[in-house]
């Protein structure tokens, strides 16, 4: 009998054995995420299947972090453990612990890898803790750093950018126009920032008869206020007859909040020359039932004036998207004084795509007048619906018949302004992704695209009735103590025949 129950246990323990060792060998998961965060891209395993040396990832991880971050050293070291089965062994890494001693914390920093301090409570005592949670990539001679691992999508695009960005030797050149009024490079350094990961951004001013040279992948002209004359705009046309793309965002519609004044921007030679192209802006300010807010000073009785917020619907935000690699994975977008784009219907060498559009509750407001701050807007001043506020041009424009072109009837929407201004403010991170997304598309696809807009970066609620809303928030409160009671009363009906039943002798 002993025999038997020993061999049952060695049997048992070699089942378990090799199971473990063929998990091990056939590691996978397992991604219910509505946007698959935990699924390497397509992206992810090219930039892994391309890789020519080995990659060496050195995470640095402090072991004691509280629970709510422990998740996150998990999800890298799963990750990890993918990269490592994707790239054919050519990527490998370590774990360390820098708050194991001084000199592990020392070596950490002089790497680049900041401690976060964080917030522990212990014995109902909170008390601050320094906590690292970072990594250092290398490969040859080429070290990158990521100071902070973000948890969810982003801790994948992080890490295969970096991977990315290592395994260039020249990165490929971008040119942001200037000399027309065009916020500096530095005005848009979110944008920038972004960028550099994959390209040589660079400010580009036409000058005499050069041509713009065509090792440059796009031009980039956002924001123009001065005009751009006959001769530069024939130098953009043979940019792109050459085969260079561009991306246009600036604003025909202007809309002042300090003069509170609607008018049509001073014409600088854009809208002449996107309509010599088929291509026609409107004339008129969208406006938006889904809208952000603006903060408005009100007095308030007797005790002075408060900042109250107001719905403002020429601040439209635009949740409407195509199923197109520019938009693809988007949230929301706030294009302020965006007006309408078409192209002409008889140019069939012409393909405009949508990328983003209004709402199903949105109308047209006309310039010439003054912006009413306490306007009531009603469903009448709504008639229309998912109008295009910037889209994709695929076809002819001049003499090349495969030219791309992305506009946006905003220009303002990825500036984060002039530092020397002291008016710099961070930038919606949606519409940074959709101009990265947009210069990646025109520069013949990075392939992180659906990469960079994988996390979901904003899903507000949606807007309903006071009515609604009360309704939900007290059946909320009284629906489970009515379902109890419910079921109280039935278990006790139940309970009373079962009793009645046994009295009468029918059991």
Known sequence: MKKNVFIQIVILSAILLVINLISNQLYFRLDFTADQRYTLSDATKNVLKDIDDVVSVKAYFSEDLPPQLLGNRQDFLDLLIEYENRSNGNLVYEFINPNEDEESESVAQQKGISPVVINVT???????????????????????????????????????????????????????????????????????????????????????????????????IIEPSDTINTAQ?????????????????????????????????????????????????????????????????QRLGPFGMVNTQIQFPYFPIIKEFADHPVSKGLESLMLPFATTISANRNDSTLRLIPLAMSSDNSGLVPPGGMIDINKKWSESDFPLQNETL??????????????????????????????????????????????????????????????????????????????????????????????????????????????????????
Not at 134 to 155: K, S
Not at 261 to 270: E, K
Request: charged share 20%.
């Open 122 to 220: 212990e014995r109902d005592q909170v008390q601050q803790m320094r906590a690292y949670m970072g990594a250092v990539i290398e490969m040859g001679d080429r070290t990158e750093i990521i100071p902070v691992i973000q948890p969810g999508a982003a801790m994948e695009y992080d890490l295969t950018t970096v991977i990315k960005k290592i395994s260039i030797e020249d990165k490929p050149k971008l040119a942001i126009l200037q000399g027309h009024g065009e916020p500096t490079i530095n005005a848009i350094v979110q944008l920038v920032q972004q960028l550099s990961v994959l390209y040589d951004v660079e400010p580009y001013t036409i000058t005499g008869t050069e041509e713009i040279p065509s090792f440059y992948k796009a031009l980039a």
């Open 390 to 507: 910037a889209a994709a041009f695929e076809g002819r424009l001049g003499s090349n018949s495969n030219a791309k072109m992305v506009l946006v009837t905003n220009g303002t929407y990825a500036v984060n302004g002039e530092p020397e201004a002291g008016q710099q403010q961070q930038v919606n991170p949606d519409n940074i992704s959709f101009t990265s997304n947009a210069i990646d598309w025109l520069s013949d696809d990075t392939g992180l695209i659906d990469l960079r807009t994988k996390g979901i970066t904003s899903r507000p609620l949606d807007q309903i009735e006071d009515a609604t809303r009360n309704l939900i928030k007290y059946g909320n409160v009284f629906a489970p103590i009515l379902l109890i009671l419910i079921y109280a009363f039935i278990r006790k009906q139940a309970n009373a025949r079962k009793k009645q039943n046994w009295m009468q002798g029918n059991y």
């Open 233 to 297: 705009l024939n130098r953009i046309d043979n940019y792109i007859n050459s085969g260079g793309n561009v991306f246009v965002a600036f604003t025909p519609m202007k809309g002042d909040l300090q003069s509170a004044f609607l008018q049509r921007s001073p014409d600088i030679g854009l809208r002449a020359w996107l309509s010599s192209k088929g291509i026609q802006l409107g004339d008129n300010f969208i406006v938006d039932a889904e809208c952000a807010s603006v903060s408005v000073r």
